[in-house]
């Protein structure tokens, strides 16, 4: 199984930048997805192939990366985004982070 | 609106079988493709199997021996039935939709909490 490791958890302020990495064991292209999940809720697709915008989501959402090394970018982070944000990969069969939960100081 | 949602039950006993079904509105089981996934309490997404549009079914091989998945096109539905449950197994399960013959999920159900007790 290819393993997406993620760093579990980071804190920022509303207003700065933030980058949330995912480095795959193997490589897998660009088949790199990301969700969120608010507490009891479902996931959200928020970019899918390394860096594309899924429909809906807003522009402060963007994402890159190919191979093994990508990244969730939140430029600038609002109140609302405080979440768990999960990577998952589609070149292989399907795997998911661990997941990195956001929270804003 | 495409919407999808699960319903199953909440408490299954040790080493009994697990049945979800999962009902879709706003789109066709023959079009899209129909993913389970699950998340046990505080973890992460862990994919179980898929149902594509063309009624072929494909497995994560940690299940493989023990889950089923098929669908009812008339009535719009996808079941999960899932056996041998062990307390491991306690997860809220999700319906997840994908398109084309992708594993990208665009719309997710709310999921359902099963509890597998002894």
Redesign the interface.
């Known amino acids: 199984d290819t393993v997406l490791t993620q760093s579990p958890a980071l804190a920022v302020s509303p207003g700065e930048r933030v980058t949330i990495s995912c480095r795959a064991s193997e490589s897998v292209s660009t088949g790199m997805?990301w969700?969120q999940q608010k507490p009891g809720?479902?996931?959200?697709?928020l970019i899918?192939?390394a860096s594309n915008l899924?429909s809906g989501v807003p522009a402060r959402f963007s994402g890159s990366g190919s191979g093994t090394d990508f990244t969730l970018t939140i430029d600038p982070v609002e109140a609302d985004d405080t979440a768990t944000y999960?990577c998952?990969q589609?070149w292989n069969?399907?795997?998911?982070?661990?997941?990195t939960k956001l929270e804003l100081k | 609106q495409v919407q999808l949602k699960e319903t199953g039950p909440d408490l299954v006993q040790l080493t009994q079988t697990l049945s979800i079904t999962c009902t879709v509105s706003g789109f066709s089981l023959t079009t899209y493709n129909v993913h389970w996934v699950r998340q046990p309490p505080g973890?992460?997404?862990?994919?179980m199997g898929a149902m594509w549009n063309g009624g072929g079914t494909d497995y994560?091989?940690a299940f493989k021996s023990r889950l089923s998945i098929s669908r009812d096109t008339s009535k719009s539905q996808v079941f999960l039935k899932m056996n041998s449950l062990q307390t491991d197994d306690t997860a809220k399960y999700?319906c997840?939709r994908s398109y084309y013959s992708?594993?990208?999920?665009?719309y997710?159900?709310?999921?359902v909490m099963v509890t597998v007790s002894s």
């Open positions: 997805h969700y809720q479902q996931p959200k697709l899918y192939g899924e999960f998952q589609s069969d399907p795997t998911f982070g661990a997941g | 973890k992460g997404l862990e994919w994560n091989s999700f997840a992708s594993y990208i999920y665009d997710w159900g709310q999921g």
